[in-house]
């Protein structure tokens, strides 16, 4: 009892990431992503098509990160997300795929992303996203009633890059007298918050780092973190880091990097990115890359993805390593994207 | 004033440098996790190759077709026995393809509207095929909530899903989206909460370690109606502390007595002299005295017994200013300060 944590703590030796991996591989990243944007009848092509919209999101705000947006063609890309709208407002995961909250949030995005969010017809999603809230403050994913905190997120987000949030929060209508009714929302939310602090998807559920996240960047939009007991939940995200210097989701899981974002922006958004070992995490997201095909995946010598490919990058970015371009930690845009937005 | 959420000060003040001594463990998410590095197979010949690449394109092909087949006939509202069958098909292979399930339910819902042994059967048979599909991934979203939307038309057995989960938990204790199904139709069936603490309670037995199960503890005891007493919290910690003093390094049990001594301090409808809080704080800091003295590496015992002396003296003082109760316990704790 009389030593230090510093000194109680041990610090394992784990391997040294290898030399080929210790340095930030844009240019194998950029051809990965081009790559897998071209490839058009493989198996994966199809097995995800059900997120294909949050893939393309995925792909290019990384792109976006290193510098390289160019890479996509971008008319081909625009024409392709438009594609992707149903009549009712809202946008479908591709143009096959019925609409849902999330790919909207993507489309938003993206188009964010490539400046043309003249292109879509704000009200109309507005609407759609509005139209999807109960009366509890939840949000349904679609017509089919399933409720995650996700979707609260999907939808404060929408609205927030379309520049309709702020109708909300003031309490006013928004599209012929529907808005969202934010101060239900953040009810919601809180009635979410579980004994460690943290959230999960619906009252009652175990927290994850996901859900976290989509929980705390949801109070930052809604102007209520203040809802948040900071130190109790940075503590748990802090609570995430293993000994490999990567990040888990939840206790006594293994660490990923797809938790280097979720984790990291929710730490970001809290004002306490200092709680984590931040070298021993870049360590660990660098060792994740793939020094061959390029990409990153969830662990050293795993297959890569443009999931993780981006959270991998949206991390580092995030700890203002390697040049990459910073990173909104709230809307998960470059934040010369934010910018913009704030200017209109 | 004592502080009912502490947070360890090196952690505050930037000495942390967190570790975690046991590596996670179990199955991560299906899909785009845990998959090995595809390695070119240096031992196939060109022909061999070849032909790896003809049989992938073949099955790329051929799951597009089923795609394109399905997602055409839900665009145009059709329906067959073939085309149902592809779907279903179609949702065991990749559980996640909310689109498809939209065009099953589309095809089911005037089924069920319409009750009677129709529904009944119609429900039995949508149930097996969630199932299938939860089979091979039993973390799908889209899976869980065809299998809710199911079974709240009510044709079906609840006793049967909450047997069902109880099977998932065993593959996988950590499946949260099998906790929180479990927490559903517990729900649908009217909480028992003497079942659900058992329940819990028998997961952990079974593994301390499981934080999963802590955390629906948590949540049975936090229910408004059951309310945590003093007597429960005095409970709750002498089973946590198995946990501590089994594996002091697995941070489970120490979030949840973290949980539980806060309450003790602050929750309003814990009703508790403060003298008795501060007898049951020094007991909790000799038991993470007793721990770390078994594992003098681990920094749990540490960093929890911290925040409770803290607390403790926190306690104190609020207690000097609470009147009689609280001169008695400064005089007590007189010798405890020395400490």
Known sequence: FNKSPEEVSLTLTMPAPRPERAQLLVDKHRNYIVKISKSRDSFEYYAT????????????????????EDALDREELISWVLSCQKPEGGFGA??????????????????????????????????????LQQEDGSFYGDYTGEVDTRFIYAALACLKILGRLKDCCDGLAGVDGRGIDVRKAVEYIVGCQNFDGGYGATPGNESHAGQVFTCVAALQ??????????????????????????????????????????????????KRLHW?????????????????????????????DVYHTFFGLAGISLLGRSGLKPIDPTLALPCEVVDRLCHR | PFVSTFVPEHVRTCEYAGYTPREGTGNDNAGMHGRPRAKADTSLDAAQKLEQRARRTKKARLFGELCSKVLDAHASNSYDAALLKMSEKLVQMNPEMYTVWNYRRAHLAPILSRGGDEAVDASTRELAVAEAALMQNPKSYAAFHHRKWVVSAGFCSLERELALVEA??????????????????????????????????????????????????????????????????????????????????????????RWLTGKLLVAEDVRVAEAEKARILRFEIDMCRGVHELDPA????????????????????????????????????????AD
């Open chain 1, 49 to 68: 098509e059900h997120f294909r919209l949050s893939g393309i999101y995925w792909g290019l705000c990384a792109l976006y990160l290193m510098g390289e």
């Open chain 1, 276 to 304: 984590i070992d931040q070298d021993r995490l870049v360590e660990f997201i660098l060792d994740c890359q793939d020094e061959i095909d390029g990409g990153i995946s969830d662990r050293p010598e795993d297959q890569a």
């Open chain 1, 221 to 270: 939009l809604a102007g209520a973190l203040d809802k948040v007991d900071a130190d109790l939940l940075c503590w748990w995200l802090a609570e995430r880091q293993t000994a490999s210097g990567g990040l888990n989701g939840r206790p006594e899981k293994l660490q990923d990097v797809c938790y280097s974002w979720w984790c990291l922006s929710s730490l970001s958004i809290l």
């Open chain 1, 94 to 131: 591709s143009e096959r795929n019925d609409c849902h909250i999330l790919p909207t949030l993507s489309a938003v995005q993206i188009l964010a992303m490539v400046g043309r969010l003249d292109l879509v017809d704000a009200d109309k999603v507005v609407d759609y996203v509005a139209g």
């Open chain 2, 168 to 257: 998932l938990l065993e593959a996988d204790e950590r499946n949260f989206h099998g906790w929180g199904y479990r927490r559903a139709i517990v729900g649908m069936m009217g909480l028992d909460r003497g079942r659900e603490l058992a329940y819990s309670r028998r997961k952990i037995e079974d593994n301390f370690s499981n934080y999963s199960a802590w955390h629906h503890r948590s949540v049975v005891l936090g229910l408004p109606a059951g309310g945590l007493t003093g007597a429960v919290i005095e409970e709750e910690l002498a089973f946590v502390r198995q946990a501590c003093y089994t594996d002091p390094r697995d941070q489970s049990g120490w979030f949840y007595h």
């Open chain 2, 298 to 337: 681990a920094k749990w015992p540490v960093v929890i017994a911290r925040g409770l002396l803290t607390a403790l003296a926190g306690l104190v003082d609020f207690g000097a200013l609470a009147g009689a109760s609280g001169v008695g316990v400064r005089g007590e704790d007189a010798d405890a300060d």
